[in-house]
């Protein structure tokens, strides 16, 4: 297979593109890398775009090689013609060359085999010929033997039917033609093991719907009720339009008295063979779509989590709370380094409720808190009234903010958690985990496995190798967007930057410790064992802002310094505006120049022009500036405060399949559905929000005794 040509084909791009691509990929540059630094070669496609890619050229690889496989096992038997050699090259799934494989893979005991044992099948070969004159009854009689358990002329034309049934149940065309019809009028069918019993899956006790129209998370939803024993499930299909497909393939309606045996057997096949297997593939097909569109929108809300703006110079507060244990309380200064901890009671007696506030309001005094940080668990809703409550009486103003702690536990209780805060016991590492959160949502989440971060659904339902492999993507392409400050990024941090592993890491961060923080990006050559091909790889992702080399601290990779310097001297910059660092008007004189020309005198693409010039006009950008800024709080609402048609600001926490969930201020979020987000028609709510978007939100209802809150932004 020409990959470059299939692929080309498939992105909608220059087979040249596609050929580079795969040189790259196969050279061992990572994604990060191709996307950024090599855009000339693939027409400045996205990260995205170029994982999808990589995937794609992962299954086809895997595709020649079961196709091989299939053609060597059949080759063995000395059952390979050029027939099926042709079928085999043909194929373009998995699921054709497993079709085309079917009739020659070792079977265990069927019905069809035992009746080839005892030698009938010259009669179902005869009984498909469908000769005219024919008669098979009498012809069944001459295979009767007592020896060979064949005992009447019926028993024989059983035998025959059984193995016509699996010759039809393993053709190729057949399956194929049954498959698309499953796919195109099958219905997927959910009924209660028990209607008496009450359960989250009520709305599919008695549920049907379309296997070409049904919703993903309706299928997920579904697995989960029958895994857990509360639904039935099945696909449906009127047997009538597939049976006669079968029939109208092998009946040549030449003798009726095969007609009659041949109907009988391609009813059998359908019914007991074909059919039961075609379910399990259109369940799994579906499934494997559902995950994948889940897995997609899990991506989408792990960006826009990871890629929240850093809440910069503040110090602040974080707790996490709990009831019989305390709240945990840590200050971590504008760096993230902790300040001081304590153990409060809110939720406990009066006497120590008005403890637990005298020692924030201490703490408030002492470290000049700006921001608390509450993580969003059990007692969430107790701690952030408190909160409220007794912010109002510190001496200079202070907000809150409600973070999710989903994966602060598990961060807490490991390695990485002993090393940097060895100090702390376990619990009050979760205390400083919502508090850097806060700060900086990715140098603080990168520590964490992506899958604890709660910003999907039925994450745990999906494939969990494929579902990590995507996230770690979204992490990856997050960390070496923003960029990694050298000096200060942790090992977790690092871990994620191109090029770098585990030992790598450890090494950057020993090198620091024992001569101090880098002094350019060429330092890291020193490093040990960082070689040429890593060097190259993560440069341009790394920042060294103390560097005198004002390139240092921009995405500008060293392989293009010179060109950059040059380009600065071509538009006339004086060394004292060079080291000065302020280029604000370089994309004016840029303008002016020309760019192409530019481009040409320094033989360079305009891709990495364009790049050197937006970064060189904002050294040290950060991409995370340009999104909407957390929404702080200073006051909470009751879910009983809250009337219809109230009108209210709220964040975005998680899109789903079929909505959103905004927080609003009380300890419930609402739900705004899809189509209750915007008048026009949208496929899908990400189309229209994202995670962290801050949002106005009108209610639509309330249930207090539910904690059920329906939002609408159409108003």
Do not use: W
Not at 559 to 570: I, T
């Amino acid at each position: 297979m020409e990959y470059s040509e299939v692929l080309a084909l498939q992105f909608n791009i220059k087979e040249e593109y596609a050929s580079n691509i795969i040189s790259l990929l196969d050279d061992g540059n990572t994604i990060p890398f191709i996307a950024r630094y090599r855009k000339e070669m693939h027409g400045s496609m996205d990260d995205q775009l170029i994982r999808e890619f990589s995937e794609k050229l992962e299954y086809l690889r895997g595709l020649d090689k079961r196709r091989e496989e299939i053609r060597t096992f059949i080759d063995a038997q000395e059952k390979l013609t050029d027939e099926i050699s042709a079928l085999l090259d043909k194929a373009e799934t998995l699921s054709e060359l497993e079709d085309i494989y079917r009739p020659f893979r070792p079977k265990r005991k069927t019905r069809a085999s035992v009746a080839k044992e005892k030698g009938l099948e010259p009669l179902a070969l005869e009984i498909i010929k469908q000769e005219k004159d024919y008669d098979p009854t009498q012809s069944a009689e001459s295979y009767i033997s007592e020896e060979k358990g064949v005992l009447t002329a019926e028993d024989a034309i059983q035998g025959a039917m059984d193995i016509i049934a699996e010759q039809v149940s393993d053709s190729a065309e057949i399956r194929k033609r049954i498959r698309n019809l499953t796919n195109i009028h099958g219905v997927l069918s959910s009924v209660a093991t028990d209607s008496e019993k009450d359960s989250v899956y009520r709305i599919y006790y008695d549920f049907k719907e379309s296997v070409k129209r049904i919703a993903g998370h309706r299928v997920l939803a579904i697995n989960r009720g029958e895994k857990e024993g509360f639904l039935k499930v099945s696909v449906e299909m009127d047997s009538e339009r597939p049976l006669n497909t079968i029939i109208r393939l092998l009946d040549k309606d030449t003798n009726p008295l095969c007609s009659d045996i041949i109907r009988e057997a391609c009813a059998d096949s359908y019914q007991r063979l074909i059919f039961p297997s075609i379910e399990r593939e259109v369940r799994s097909d579906l499934t494997d779509s559902a995950s994948e569109n889940a897995m997609k929108v899990f991506s989408v809300n792990l960006k826009q989590l990871l890629m929240q703006p850093p809440v910069k110079g503040k110090t602040v507060l974080g707790l996490d709370p709990g009831y019989r244990t305390g709240c945990k309380v840590a200050v971590v200064d504008d760096t993230g380094k902790v300040l001081d901890t304590a153990v409060i009671y809110p939720t406990h007696s009066d006497k120590k409720v008005q403890e637990s506030k005298q020692t924030l309001l201490q703490l408030i005094k002492k470290h000049n808190v700006d921001i608390i940080s509450i993580g969003n668990g059990t007692a969430s809703k107790e701690t952030e009234m408190f909160t409220a409550e007794t912010i109002k009486e510190a001496d200079h103003s202070v907000y809150y903010m409600v973070v999710s702690e989903a994966g602060a536990s598990v961060y807490s209780a490991s390695k990485l958690a002993a090393t940097e805060l060895p100090e702390l016991d376990l619990t009050l590492r979760s205390a400083v985990s919502i508090a850097r959160r806060l700060q900086d949502p990715l140098a603080e989440l990168v520590k964490i496995e992506p899958k604890a971060i709660g910003v999907g659904q039925y994450q745990h339902d999906m494939p969990q190798k494929r579902l990590g492999e995507t996230l770690d993507g979204v992490v990856e392409y997050c960390v070496n967007s923003v960029g990694a400050d050298l000096n200060t990024a942790s090992p977790a941090l690092l871990l994620r930057v191109s090029g770098l592993n585990s030992t790598v890491c450890k090494n950057i961060v020993a090198y620091r410790e024992e001569n101090g923080a880098f002094s350019s990006r060429a330092e890291l050559k020193k490093v040990p064992k960082l070689g040429p091909k890593a060097f190259e790889q993560c440069a341009g992702f790394l920042r060294v802002p103390e560097s005198k080399n004002p390139l240092d601290n921009t995405g500008v990779h060293p392989e293009s310094y010179k060109s950059a310097k040059e380009l600065l001297s071509l538009l006339d910059y004086t060394d004292k505006e060079i080291n000065s660092g302020d280029f604000s008007d370089l994309q004016t004189r840029v303008k002016n120049a020309g760019t192409k020309t530019l481009a040409d005198k320094l033989e360079i693409g305009l891709p990495t022009l364009d790049d050197i010039v937006k970064e060189l006009s904002k050294p040290g950008r950060d991409p995370r500036d340009e999104m909407p800024a957390p929404m702080l709080r200073t006051d909470i609402l009751d879910i009983k405060d809250l009337k219809e048609g109230m009108e209210l600001k709220g964040t975005v926490r998680n899109v789903i399949d079929f909505g959103a969930f905004i927080d609003i201020g009380v300890h419930q979020d609402g739900l705004v559905h899809i189509s209750q987000i915007c008048e026009k028609y949208i496929k899908h709510p990400s189309e229209v929000l994202k995670v962290g978007d801050v949002v106005n939100v009108k209610i639509l209802s309330v249930d207090a005794d539910k904690n059920r809150i329906s939002l609408t932004m159409k108003f």
